[in-house]
Nanobody, 124 residues
């Protein structure tokens, strides 16, 4: 079993920054694809950024150049640095882990374990 616990959400104004963290349990953390997803009210969950076991990253077009995903395998922690936040970034943010082999996809169905989520609210 893998447990994921997010932290770092909050309420900020447009243009400000937040850093999300996701602490993971489990001995095989370094083997997992890890991703950040978000779900705004009334919308489907969408992929924000994913990172492979080797640190290769992929971002949604809407966050490219503003968000940075990273991982510290020694600390079993996933991060999402969010800069230049916009009101449309408002959502519940979730981290997720996939034990599947192969490429890391930014699709929710690809992931086996999920955190409880942390709320990010950006006001204009």
């Amino acid at each position: 079993q893998v447990q994921l616990v997010e932290s770092g959400g909050g309420s900020v104004e447009a243009g400000e920054s937040l850093r999300l963290s996701c602490a993971a349990s489990g001995d095989r953390y370094s083997n997992f694809c890890m991703g950040w997803f978000r779900q705004a009210s009334g919308k489907e969950r969408e992929g924000v950024a994913v990172i492979t076991r080797d640190g290769i990253t992929n971002y949604a077009d809407s966050v490219k150049g503003r968000f940075t995903i990273s991982r510290d395998n020694g600390k079993r922690t996933l991060y999402l640095q969010m800069d230049s936040l916009k009101p449309e970034d408002t959502a519940m943010y979730y981290c997720a882990a996939s034990t599947k082999m192969g490429p890391c996809l930014a699709k929710p169905g690809y992931y086996d374990y999920w955190g409880q989520g942390t709320q990010v609210t950006v006001s204009s």
